[in-house]
């Protein structure tokens, strides 16, 4: 795969220049991009209290009742159906809602 050297480009030059690359090296470069975001965001990001609060609490709501839990392939249809909130978010979907 041909790689790009980002350490001279102008920020313009980047937004352009992977455009010369195939769609199996443009995945490799986003996949690349991705793990060095997170090998470095696990280091530096930090969750809040209620961030954490938050997470125990759908932990526990899910294990009190796992059948509440929606299948991936559902979430995915709706995500990609455009089914989005006023306000931008995506609408929840419970079990047993039309999508």
């Known amino acids: 795969m041909s790689m790009i050297d980002t350490t001279t480009m102008s920020t313009p030059a ?9 769609v199996s ?3 490799q470069l986003v996949e690349d991009i991705w793990d060095s975001i997170a090998a470095e965001a696990s280091e530096t990001v930090e969750l809040s209290q209620a961030q954490i609060d938050e997470l125990h609490r759908r932990v ?3 294990r009190a009742d796992p059948s ?9 249809s709706r995500l990609f159906s455009g089914k989005i909130c006023r306000n931008g978010c995506l609408q929840i979907l419970k079990k047993g809602d039309e999508l």
């Open 68 to 76: 509440t839990a929606v299948p991936w392939e559902q979430v995915r």
């Open 60 to 62: 526990a709501e899910h």
């Open 25 to 27: 090296e443009r995945i």
């Open 14 to 22: 980047i937004s352009t220049e992977y455009l010369k690359l195939s």
